[in-house]
């Protein structure tokens, strides 16, 4: 759940929450310096996960919402338990989401948790890639800038941020409109009339 939390209000990608570790959680500032992605790589003779650079291998720190801060601090708590019933089984990597062994989570087994939570609130086709393109919206919604949210998820350039999500920004501008009519009411028919 805390995982699907901070993904949801943060934006980041599936790798990257998935390749997130503690040393870029930094709790007294309140943000999280995405700088690496947990990838599959597949060789001729075997399949392994392994930390890798962001997409675009630039770094990047997220200001997380206090909510967002105190979920991960019960996370550290709760692998710290985690870590005493595991005894020598645990694998220390010191990354945030683990399984109960201390090893990375792979996709297929997020996909199979995310589909569960999903089709348990009505909505199976639900896919995690949404999680981000909420968080998008939603911060695009609130009031955030273009560039803020651009620098957020990592995309290369706000251009492609604002076509991606150019929908919304045309609905802010429409209700923008609105909110400017019933600031200043003005008497339609007394305009009509004027040469």
């Known amino acids: ?13 599936e790798g990257e929450i998935l390749g ?11 943000v999280l310096t995405i700088n690496k992605q ?6 001729k003779d075997m399949k392994a996960y392994q930390l890798v650079p ?13 909510f967002v801060m105190e979920r991960l601090r019960h996370r550290k708590i709760e692998q710290a338990k985690e870590r005493l019933l595991a005894g020598p089984l645990w694998q220390q990597n010191g990354l945030v989401f683990t399984d109960a062994t201390g090893n990375h989570i792979t996709k297929p087994t997020l ?6 939570a999903a089709a348990s609130i009505g909505r199976p ?11 998008a919206v939603a911060a695009l919604r609130s009031g955030d800038d273009i560039k803020t949210v651009q620098g957020n ?3 290369a350039t706000a251009t ?24 200043f009411p003005w008497d339609k028919a007394k305009v009509q009339s004027r040469p």
């Open 20 to 30: 997130l570790t503690w040393d870029c959680v930094d709790f007294d500032n309140g």
């Open 54 to 66: 962001t997409k675009n291998s630039k770094a990047r720190t997220i200001t997380a919402a206090p």
């Open 160 to 183: 492609f941020t604002q076509d991606v999500y150019g929908h919304v920004i045309m609905q802010m501008t429409e209700v923008s409109a609105a909110h400017i009519e019933k600031q």
């Open 125 to 135: 086709d639900a896919r995690f890639h949404d999680l981000r393109h909420s968080y």
């Open 38 to 43: 947990m990838q599959l790589h597949q060789d």
């Open 111 to 116: 996909y199979r948790a995310f589909k569960k």
């Open 1 to 13: 759940e805390t995982l699907f939390v901070v993904t949801l209000f943060t934006g980041v990608r």
């Open 153 to 155: 998820l990592g995309q």
